[in-house]
C-alpha cells in the first residue's frame, strides 16, 4: 500500500483558500487518489477522489501532477465549519488505510 | 440523503463480556465494512465484507472478531471476551463497488465502545 505524507496541521482563515499537499511516492498505477473529512466523534466523510489532473466538485478540488506522486486538496473559501481533519488516502479498495491526516483550523 | 445508521451510539460493557454492534448500511449497497478508530489515533481497517463473506481482513480482526450479515439490512460486528484494548469507536462504512475501485466509502457515525 502506498504510503502518504502530510501536514500534521495547518491554520488558516474564513474566506481563505486553502490548499493541502499530500506526497505518495509509491503510489501504484492502479491507485486512485482520495480524500475524506472527518470532525471529533464522527465517522469520516467522503470529499473527493481522482486518478490524474484535476477534479472538481462542489465542495472541493484535487490536483493531481502528471507523475500522481503527490496532490492536492484544494477548499475555496473555507468557513469555521471546515474545521477538522482531512485524510489523503491512495489505494484501489475499501480496506483504506487512514494515515494521521491534517488537522486544519478554521479561525474567524 | 441515505446513510449507513449504527446501534448502539455509547455500550459500557464488561471485560470478557461480549458486544454486538450494529449496522444498516445504505440500501444499495454491496460492500460493508467495519472500521475502528481508539481515542486519538488513527482510523484503523478490520474488515470487508462483500456477497455473504468476509474479503479482506487487517491483523487486527483476529479469532476474537466476527462479522454477519443476519438478514437483508443488518451488518454486525461481534466481539468476543471484550479487553480493556478493544476501547474505540467503531465505524460501519459501505459502498457501491468494491475490489478495484471502490470508490466512495459512506461511514456511520459510530458506536463507542467502552471497555471497564
Known amino acids: 500500500l502506498a504510503k502518504t505524507t502530510q501536514p500534521i496541521s495547518m491554520d488558516s482563515y474564513e474566506g481563505q483558500e486553502v490548499n493541502i499537499t499530500c506526497s505518495h511516492n509509491?503510489?501504484?498505477?492502479?491507485?486512485?487518489i482520495t480524500w475524506y473529512q472527518q470532525f471529533p466523534s464522527q465517522g469520516p466523510r467522503f470529499i473527493i477522489q481522482?486518478?490524474?489532473t484535476k477534479v472538481t466538485n462542489e465542495v472541493a478540488s484535487l490536483f493531481i501532477p502528471a507523475d500522481r506522486k503527490s496532490s492536492t486538496l484544494s477548499l475555496p473559501r473555507v468557513s469555521l465549519s471546515d474545521t477538522a481533519v482531512y485524510y489523503c488516502?491512495?489505494?484501489?479498495?475499501?480496506?483504506?488505510?487512514f494515515g494521521s491526516g491534517t488537522r486544519l483550523q478554521v479561525q474567524p | 440523503e441515505p446513510e449507513v445508521t449504527q446501534t448502539p451510539s455509547h455500550q459500557v460493557t464488561q471485560m470478557g463480556q461480549e458486544v454486538i454492534l450494529r449496522c444498516v448500511p445504505i440500501?444499495?449497497?454491496?460492500?460493508f465494512y467495519w472500521y475502528r478508530q481508539i481515542l486519538g489515533q488513527k482510523v484503523e481497517f478490520l474488515v470487508s465484507?462483500?456477497?455473504?463473506?468476509?474479503?479482506?481482513k487487517s491483523e487486527i480482526f483476529d479469532d476474537q472478531f466476527s462479522v454477519e450479515r443476519p438478514d437483508g439490512s443488518n451488518f454486525t460486528l461481534k466481539i468476543r471476551s471484550t479487553k480493556l484494548e478493544d476501547s474505540a469507536m467503531y465505524f460501519c462504512?459501505?459502498?457501491?463497488?468494491?475490489?478495484?475501485?471502490?470508490?466512495?466509502?459512506?461511514f456511520g457515525e459510530g458506536s463507542r465502545l467502552t471497555v471497564l
Open positions: 462504512a459501505s459502498s457501491v463497488a468494491g475490489g478495484r475501485h471502490t470508490g466512495e466509502l459512506f
Open positions: 509509491n503510489i501504484a498505477t492502479n491507485d486512485y
Open positions: 481522482g486518478y490524474k
Open positions: 488516502l491512495v489505494g484501489d479498495g475499501g480496506a483504506l488505510t
Open positions: 440500501s444499495n449497497h454491496l460492500y
Open positions: 465484507f462483500y456477497n455473504n463473506e468476509i474479503s479482506e
